[in-house]
């Protein structure tokens, strides 16, 4: 369990304050956000998080979960979460989905929607990217940060309590197909 010591407000657009590489204190950014270091002469930029969600459709109905941790305890999403550094979105979602359900899927390369929304009491900037996929191995049980899955149907989606509306856009255009 992680407890902040002070309560210091920060997000991914609070600009750096030294810089990455050599650790030279920064002056105040550039309207666009950037900043350039004096000493090494990069620009830092601070942006949104990449993370990957995924729609699974099996016989006319999608695969939803019930998120086991904070922010947003208890709520529905999709199967996914952070891109690791250095990591292709795809391969980042297929071991994501490896590590929630047990499960191996081939993710389909085209993202089908695309969507900005905060995550975490710090109003963080995520850049969501959605892809659709299918189970290739396994049958799908919770782990990790998934406190259970359902199989819904179209009729399903209005009353489910989705942490992220674009997650219920994302399942009701999966399940159109
Ligand atoms: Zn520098």
């Known amino acids: 369990m992680i407890q902040a ?11 750096y304050r030294f810089c990455p590489a050599d650790g ?5 950014p550039r309207p666009s956000g950037g900043v350039t270091c004096p000493e090494c002469g990069r620009s830092w930029y601070r942006n949104s998080a990449p ?12 695969l939803v979960t019930v998120r086991a941790r904070e922010p947003e305890k208890g709520r529905v999403d999709v199967p996914g979460g952070f891109v690791e550094v250095g990591e292709h ?9 490896r590590e929630e359900l047990g499960i191996e899927v081939e993710v ?3 993202p089908v929607l695309l969507a900005t929304h905060t995550y975490g009491p710090d109003g963080n900037w995520v850049l969501a990217i959605s892809f ?11 782990a990790d940060d998934v406190a259970g899955i359902r199989w ?3 009729e399903d989606i209005d009353d489910l309590d989705f942490a992220w509306e674009h ?11």
Not at 5 to 15: A, G, H
């Open 5 to 15: 010591r002070k309560d210091v407000p920060f997000s991914n657009t609070t600009p």
């Open 108 to 110: 389909e390369e085209t």
């Open 51 to 62: 993370a990957v969600g995924v729609a699974i459709v099996r016989s006319g109905k999608a």
């Open 24 to 28: 030279t204190p920064l002056g105040d």
């Open 89 to 97: 979105p795809a391969r980042g979602l297929e071991r994501e989905v």
């Open 132 to 142: 659709l996929a299918r189970i290739v191995e396994g049958e799908p049980s919770p």
């Open 167 to 177: 997650d219920r856009r994302l399942i009701m255009a999966a399940l159109e197909d």
């Open 152 to 154: 819904v149907s179209a």
